[in-house]
């Protein structure tokens, strides 16, 4: 029987939440967070010459969204096929209100999001929902590779109530024997979103978690409310990452960070060749024919190479002999995470110019327009004017070639190419 | 993504295609080509004054915004001409001209593994993105975004993957993509892009002489339109991969797990990630159960580097 | 551009129906004129632009059969009312199934978009010397003193300021929006619902008063719509030449030049500006949408894009200043009386202070502004184009409270709805009163019926079938009795 360990039992086992955040439980001078002065929110803003606070707001925000974005850019190797359980907590916890409108809502909110960019941004990966509550665990949707089975689970309301506390040990057994079935070649995750500071076991978590590290999984986590120590041991002790989510934007964040594929770190993983097949689409039938996972009438559909039975859409298994079956686009769009793009560098004053506008989008550099709108000497931002350097310029490291914020994100994010690279 | 409003006002990106050396082997001359273009750009800018327009041209070297330009050209007052059309006809017939001039003085080629009739598509098309992205954000209300690419020349196998990027960054932003392709074969690239925005592919005949219309017909709708009036269906598209080791077309493939190369058969090494793989083949439960396949791995020729990558 | 008019007929009637309105041969000619075709074509509808376009360099007819093909199967029948539109514009015609577009109008548009053919059509740029003062900063804040005076000498408090011209008020007094009364001039109910429209609907509803007053003045009208057509086309800030014009298009520059629509350094000057009234009607109604340019945010724009340009025009009180509240209350940041006293009309005022007033929606302050003729629809809309800049980003801009208690309010004033019908009693025979009844039913016309007293209120187009029925019944029964004989 696990409980939910409030302090940190001493200095090693403490607690690193975010340190990149505010949230840091340790300050400077090495005393505890809440030992510290307070330090409000606001006090970081000052008035510009003007009187005015937009331009240091501003500033802030582009700072945090380049933090964001700066990634690990490594050429590594990557779990393409991956086999994700996400484990959501229905317990009673989850009815209170500090994320808006309730836990629960805000969760089941961010898990549909996660479970698009998930599937988009991992075409052929697979992912299966666990509800926990009452003490048990209730597989939602067994491991599947089409979206709007996940969806369609979340959105059904049976799946909403909540009741008890949770079990996280039934969960994490639950998932291992669905990940069970998963091929060694791809990766086996589980991902918790949970909001109850305990648990209500049946036997020793311990065990589970020697089961897990066996099996390989990794466990991450994104906790609602304050760091339980056997959490955040369960998440450190198979490779995963625990979080503590502040608010509903840092949520989103935390959890997406579970969307790209993580590193492959075991040298005990192997790598296969996976079998797959290259369906032909079929719209050329004078009558209407039944799909394989279905059911129903339709002109257009996939023939499975092998068994020549007919799918509604890609990716998917085909329901009759087991095939997965793709199509090159998709095999295509898990490229970007094999061959990323280089973060930007911000591109300081002295630097040479090379381009008088962003290289993306072609915008005119902030500085003089900024400059003229506020006659007023800004202080805050050195190097303003200089026309070489200044905020909001980033340089790709491989084509010196100069992006606006903006674009910076948008090439990362989106686009995964560098215009000036490619 | 909600329905598109009639009152929604649309982002068109051109996408020129220069190619100087390409263009030469056309039947279709350049300037004919681009009077038939400008004069659908007039009639996009007619279409709706809050329309929005950016023209990028690119070749073999480079890839420059023509329009809107960064120095506002001097140009010759024209009075019979709608002040709007005069301002973007001239910078961009002027662009082209620079571009087409300017390719032959340049010498020295920074861009390697582009073979001279093949054009830096996907640095075009990712600045178009970016120029969208840039509009997106900046306006308040609703903007539908779609792209038109004239193109003449062939592929670049080489820029496979960062066109496959910029497709799905398109598709998940919704642009529309239309491709007219001049002349020579068929762009499998640029059919792609078509196939999996939702624009459509057009394939002009030999002469050009319908090129208009047929631009006028099909790539002028807005989103809105599009909804309402039937698209020209575009062919199939053969999705089917071709293999890294052979260029086969395959049906059934071995897909390495690491780096996803598409292989036709068994290899104890991946030629691309040189990943060392179990010698096994690895299959879901289902197909193990109905036992439908028995292959032995037999040990094939894996020193093929992967040197481009084709689809069928 | 118009589709926010009122129910009034005067207000009914846009552009489009106007020119539907004209004779066949009166539309080749205007047809003739490119600036003409392409300020025409902006008007249509989107998908009628496209289907002109796309006829537009087909050179053989098309059977009409196919535009519909064009269609998905459930857009059909809009696209058969646009094209019906089209035909009755004369852009589209149909010889035998066939249809194709007008020739003229196809050559024009062509020519419009090549830059081809009748080459004054968009104006002869004046190219002598020009005052330096009239910058394109100081037209729109003449065209707005000038546009806002006359709406101020609508709702009454310009009684300081001197009054617009003769030719104004006839205008005004023509098309009903005010009338002479015993103190002057007076506002009329349309008057207020024209005050609530948005500027470019204003305008062009004077445009097309204009062309009535040249239509009654027995002037050409082909002559007068061309020359609006082509100030519709003018480029902003730009002087043009009065050389080229007709004594009739001489004569409505001076007009139009008292409404703000145009400029002119003094009167028989020999160029003339456009201002942003009447330039921006070819662009839309873009005072209050922002402009569309590269130009994102602020900080990193730029503006080489013409139409960027019209945000810096658009006067403070163009912008959105109203902030409108769940429970009812207004807030207006606004120190023009025009606005002021425009939202009097529909708002309770509470308070009122040098930069800002407040108020609030009430029963009877919107009430009384449905007894004038004012919909709730338009009521809205105004609040909707005026909302502040922190409410526009919401959706729906307006609390959805609000609106629908303003509709609400509307519905309580029609309860009553007057219904041209007819009265059936005194059925002889219940089966009788039955069989009518279940067929009334069928047919759908029963407006009331009574069981118990056998009574029956029919529609009036029901009335016709009812009678048929009635006398083939009788018919039938006097043969049945006859035959029993």
């Known amino acids: ?422 | 993504m909600s329905e598109p409003l009639e009152s929604d006002p649309s982002l068109l990106v051109v996408v020129l295609d220069v190619n100087a050396s390409a263009w030469s082997k056309s039947p279709l001359t350049v300037g004919n080509a681009l009077q038939q273009m400008v004069i659908f750009i007039n009639a996009y800018l007619a279409l709706k004054p809050e329309n929005n327009l950016v023209v990028l041209a690119a070749n073999k070297r480079e890839c420059k915004c023509l329009y809107p330009a960064d120095r506002t050209t001097t140009i010759e007052r024209d009075i019979r001409v709608y002040e709007q059309f005069r301002v973007v006809d001239a910078t961009v017939l002027s662009g082209v001209q620079s571009m087409l001039s300017g390719a032959e003085a340049m010498v020295g080629d920074p861009n390697l593994g582009i073979e001279e009739g093949q054009t830096l598509m996907s640095r075009a098309l990712s600045r178009a993105l970016c120029h969208i992205h840039r509009v997106v954000e900046g306006t308040k209300s609703k903007v539908w975004s779609r792209m038109l690419v004239l193109s003449a020349a062939d592929d670049a196998p080489r820029e496979y993957i960062s066109l496959m990027n910029t497709i799905f960054a398109a598709q998940r932003m919704g642009v529309l993509i239309d491709i007219c392709k001049v002349f020579g074969g068929d762009s499998v690239f640029l059919q792609q892009a078509a196939e999996i925005t939702g624009g459509n592919y057009l394939k002009v005949d030999t002469n050009g002489e319908s090129m208009l219309q047929t631009l006028m017909f099909t790539c002028l709708a807005d989103h809105y339109t599009r909804e309402v009036l039937v698209a020209p269906t575009n062919e199939t598209i053969d999705f089917r991969a071709t293999c890294f080791c052979h260029k086969r077309v395959v049906d059934i493939g071995y897909v390495c797990s690491v780096c996803l190369s598409i292989f036709c058969e068994l290899a104890p090494v991946c030629s691309t990630c040189q990943t060392k793989f179990s010698f096994r083949i690895a299959r879901s439960e289902s197909a193990q159960s109905n036992g439908v396949l028995k292959q032995s791995p037999k040990p094939a020729a894996a020193t093929v580097a992967m040197s481009s990558l084709t689809l069928s | 551009m118009a589709t926010q008019m009122g129910s009034e007929e005067e207000f009914k009637s846009t552009i489009a129906e106007y020119l539907e309105s004209l004779p066949a041969q009166f539309c080749r000619r205007v047809f003739s004129n490119p600036a003409a075709c392409l300020a025409i074509f902006r008007l249509l509808s989107t998908v009628g632009k496209h289907l002109v376009m796309s006829m537009l360099y087909l050179d053989s007819a098309i059977k009409l059969q196919d535009v519909y093909q064009w269609a998905k199967p459930d857009h059909q029948p809009l696209v058969r009312s646009k094209v019906h539109q089209l035909r009755k514009l004369q852009i589209l015609t149909e010889e035998r199934g066939n249809v194709s577009l007008s020739p003229v109008f196809r050559e024009q548009l062509r020519n419009a978009l090549t830059g081809g053919g009748d080459f004054s059509s968009f104006g002869i740029p004046f190219t002598g010397a020009v005052s330096g003062r009239v910058s394109k900063k100081w037209l729109a804040s003449y065209a707005n003193d000038r546009w806002e005076a006359i709406l101020h000498f609508m709702v009454g408090h310009s009684a300081d300021a001197e009054p617009p011209s003769e030719s104004v008020r006839g205008i005004l007094r023509m098309s009903r929006l005010m009338e002479d009364s015993a103190e002057g001039m007076k506002i009329t109910n349309s008057g207020f619902q024209f005050l609530l429209q948005d500027p470019s609907s204003q305008v062009w509803t004077v445009l097309l008063q204009y062309l009535r007053l040249a239509e009654m003045q027995e002037m050409d009208v082909v002559e007068v719509l061309n020359f609006m057509f082509q100030l519709v086309s003018l480029q902003l800030g730009r002087p043009y030449s009065t050389e080229a014009l007709t004594r009739n298009q001489q004569k409505m520059l001076a007009e139009l030049c008292s409404f703000g629509l145009l400029y002119q350094d003094s009167v028989g000057a020999p160029q003339f500006y456009p201002t942003h009234l009447i330039t921006s009607l070819s662009s839309g109604s873009a005072s209050h949408s922002a402009p569309l340019s590269t130009s994102g945010s602020a900080a990193t724009g730029r503006s080489a894009i013409p139409a960027a340009s019209k945000g810096e025009l658009a006067k403070p009180s163009d912008q959105g200043f109203i902030i409108l509240e769940t429970n009812c209350r207004v807030y207006a940041y606004t120190q023009s009386a025009l606005q002021i006293a425009i939202l009097n009309l529909f708002v309770h005022l509470v308070n009122r202070f040098p930069n800002f007033i407040t108020g609030a929606l009430t029963r009877d302050s919107v009430r009384r502004a449905l007894s004038r003729g004012i919909t709730a629809d338009q009521i809205i809309t105004f609040l909707t184009t005026h909302a502040h800049p922190q409410m526009q980003g919401r959706t729906p801009v307006l609390p959805i409270t609000v609106t629908d208690q303003i509709r609400l309010w509307e519905q309580e004033r029609n309860r009553l709805r007057p219904t041209a019908a007819y009265f059936y009693k005194d059925f002889g025979q219940k089966a009788e009163y039955e069989r009518m009844f279940k067929y009334a039913q069928d047919i759908g016309v029963i407006l009331w019926a009574s069981n118990e007293k056998r009574q029956l209120v029919v529609t009036r187009q029901g009335h016709a079938k009812i009678a048929e029925l009635v006398k083939s019944q009788r018919a039938a029964a006097a043969a049945a009795a006859a035959a029993a004989k």
């Open chain 1, 1 to 422: 029987m696990a409980k939910g360990n409030k302090e940190p039992a001493d200095d090693e086992d403490y607690i690193d939440i975010d340190d990149t955040g505010p949230g840091d439980l340790k300050g400077a001078d090495g005393g505890y967070a809440w030992e510290e002065e307070y330090k409000r929110s606001w006090d970081v803003i000052q008035e510009d010459a003007s009187g005015s606070i937009q331009s240091i707001v501003l500033g802030i925000n582009d700072q945090l969204r380049h933090k964001r974005r700066v990634r690990d850019t490594e050429a590594i190797q990557r779990g393409i096929i991956r086999h994700v359980v996400l484990i959501i907590d229905q317990s009673e916890n989850m009815n209170l209100r500090d994320l808006m409108p309730t836990r629960i809502q805000a969760t089941l909110t961010m898990a549909n999001a996660f479970i698009g960019e998930y599937f988009d941004q991992n075409p052929i990966s697979q992912l299966s929902i666990i509800a926990t509550k009452d003490g048990l665990a209730e597989k939602l949707t067994d491991l599947s590779g089409n979206p709007m089975d996940h969806l369609g689970a979340l959105k059904d309301k049976a799946n909403k109530d909540l009741a008890g506390e949770p079990s996280l040990q039934n969960a994490l057994e639950l998932a291992m024997h669905t990940l069970k079935r998963a091929p060694t070649h791809g990766s086996r995750e589980v991902v918790c979103v949970i909001g109850s500071l305990t648990t209500c076991d049946p036997g020793d978590i311990a065990q589970t978690l020697e089961a897990l590290k066996t099996a390989q999984v990794r466990v991450s986590m994104v906790h609602l409310a304050a760091e339980v120590h056997v959490f955040k041991r369960i998440c450190k002790e198979t490779g995963g990452v625990f979080y503590v989510a502040q608010n509903e934007d840092n949520m989103k964040d935390l959890l997406f960070e579970n969307v790209p594929p993580p590193p492959i770190v075991s040298a005990k993983a192997t790598s296969d060749m996976i079998q797959m097949g290259f369906p032909i689409k079929a719209n050329n039938a004078e009558v209407p024919t039944p799909c394989v996972c279905h059911h129903e009438l339709g002109f257009v559909g996939y023939i499975c190479p092998r068994c020549k039975s007919k799918v509604c859409t890609l990716p998917t298994d085909c329901d009759v002999c087991g095939l997965p079956l793709v199509s090159a686009p998709h095999l295509a769009r898990s490229y970007h995470h094999l061959f990323p793009e280089e973060n930007f560098k911000e591109v300081v004053s002295g630097d040479m110019a090379v381009d008088s506008t962003c290289f993306g989008c072609g915008a005119v550099w902030a500085e003089p327009l900024v400059a003229a709108a506020a006659a007023a000497p800004d202080t805050s931002e050195p190097g303003g004017g200089g026309g070489g350097g200044g905020p909001g310029k980033y340089r790709c490291p491989r084509c010196k070639h100069d992006y606006c914020l903006e674009c910076d994100i948008f090439i990362h994010e989106t686009l995964h190419n560098c215009p000036g690279c490619v």
